[in-house]
């Protein structure tokens, strides 16, 4: 019901910058999006929020990110952006795009996943 395109990503040297996108799209033009952001997963390691957005434009981040990333969203378009500057091995893992939207006249929010990218900074 929700596709989502992710791009960006790869392989970068410690100190590097890097930046995601994801582009949301249905072909049922009643999706509303609440919030879209990013998310992280290492092995063994459950999947955690790097960085949100909502359509307002708050924004949350993860606090091992803060100050380093910036995330932003293009409402239009249904697109959201992650800017990764200053990285480190930490940052790696495979980062997936989420999407909080629900369907008209629905009130329930779901999750939509991307399929997702891997970033993998060496140092």
């Known amino acids: 019901q929700v596709q989502l395109e992710e791009s960006g990503g790869g392989l970068v040297q410690a100190g590097g910058s890097l930046s995601l996108s994801c582009a949301a799209s249905?072909?049922?033009?009643?999706?509303?999006?609440?919030?879209m952001g990013w998310y992280r997963q290492t092995p063994g390691k459950q999947r955690e929020l790097v960085a949100e957005v909502t359509s307002g434009g708050t924004t949350t981040y993860a606090d091992s990110v803060k100050g380093r990333f910036t995330i932003s969203r293009d409402n239009a378009k249904n697109m959201v952006h992650l800017q990764m500057n200053s990285l480190n091995s930490e940052d790696t893992g495979a980062y997936y795009c989420n999407v909080k939207g629900r369907f008209l006249p629905f009130v329930t929010t779901r999750d939509y996943w991307g399929q997702g990218t891997q970033v993998t900074v060496s140092s």
């Open positions: 249905s072909s049922r033009t009643t999706l509303r999006i609440n919030s």
